[in-house]
């Protein structure tokens, strides 16, 4: 009778379709019945029989080597962002002075704004403006090839306790002049 060959390294890798690091790890910690060889190349020597009880197992066993999973990958999750603290806290009070205050600062606008213009007012991009056109947040008009907010409306939009944590630069600058 023929004995079942043995398998090296490198092959019993590529038959459990796991990475060089992770063999290594689970011969080093003896997982797999093997022979240590001791030399650089061709250094562990394992069993035909053993490597297919190792696979088989593998893929039966869900809780089957659990514990080292995410350990020889090289992704990290990525590391939550801090919120950063509201320059103004969002009350009703501060929202009315917020209201007063942009209808005086902006007097000199016209009734009807075009939304490039709105987003320089707002110091961000014309792109946030028309997303909230497009969910229906801010009432807009189309006229030819542009979009025009109504002055009135954007104001009170802005002036609701959401809005105003999303308008950084204006409510520093409302900020600034109410202390």
């Not at 962002?81 to 000199?108: G, H, I, M, S, Y």
Request: hydrophobic share 35%; net charge positive; glycine share 6%.
């Amino acid at each position: 009778m023929k004995p079942k060959p043995m398998l090296s390294g490198s092959q019993l890798r590529q038959y459990l379709h796991i990475s060089t690091r992770k063999l290594k790890y689970l011969m080093d910690h003896n997982y797999i019945p093997h022979e240590d060889t001791g030399q650089a190349t061709y250094r562990y020597r394992v069993r035909w029989e053993d490597a297919v009880a190792f696979k088989q197992r593998m893929d039966t066993d869900p809780s089957f080597l659990s514990e080292l999973v995410g350990m020889f990958n090289t992704h990290r999750p990525a590391k939550p962002k801090p919120k950063p603290e509201p320059v103004l806290k969002p009350t009703q009070k501060n929202c009315r002075l917020f209201k007063k205050w942009l209808t005086q600062r902006w007097a000199d606008e016209p009734d009807a704004l075009p939304t490039q213009r709105v987003a320089e007012l707002l110091g961000c991009y014309p792109q946030k403006i028309h997303r909230w056109v497009k969910l229906g947040q801010l009432p807009a008009e189309q006229v030819g090839r542009f979009q025009y907010c109504s002055k009135a409306e954007l104001i009170s939009f802005l002036a609701t306790p959401e809005r105003m944590m999303g308008c950084g630069e204006v409510v520093k600058e409302f900020a600034g002049q109410l202390i």
